[in-house]
């Protein structure tokens, strides 16, 4: 499964937002540190839970951490996390 999609489900399992984007940012930064070649090495994911609402940034940063898991973290470089 790709990693678009993994990273998607995930979220989804862990955090049942309402609102959800998965950007692959990776070509943005090809050639760069931690561009591994794969083209899914840097992410964006912008998210809308009721489960962060009311949580510090940090909380909410660590949530959606422990919702992707080691087995996708491991993968990924760089992941920015927007929050709605």
Known sequence: MALDADIRDALTRGLQPEHL????????HAGHMGDDGSGESHWRVVIGAPSLDGQSRLAKHRAVHDALGRGIIGRLHALAIEFR
């Open 21 to 28: 984007e998965v950007h692959n940012e990776s070509a943005q």
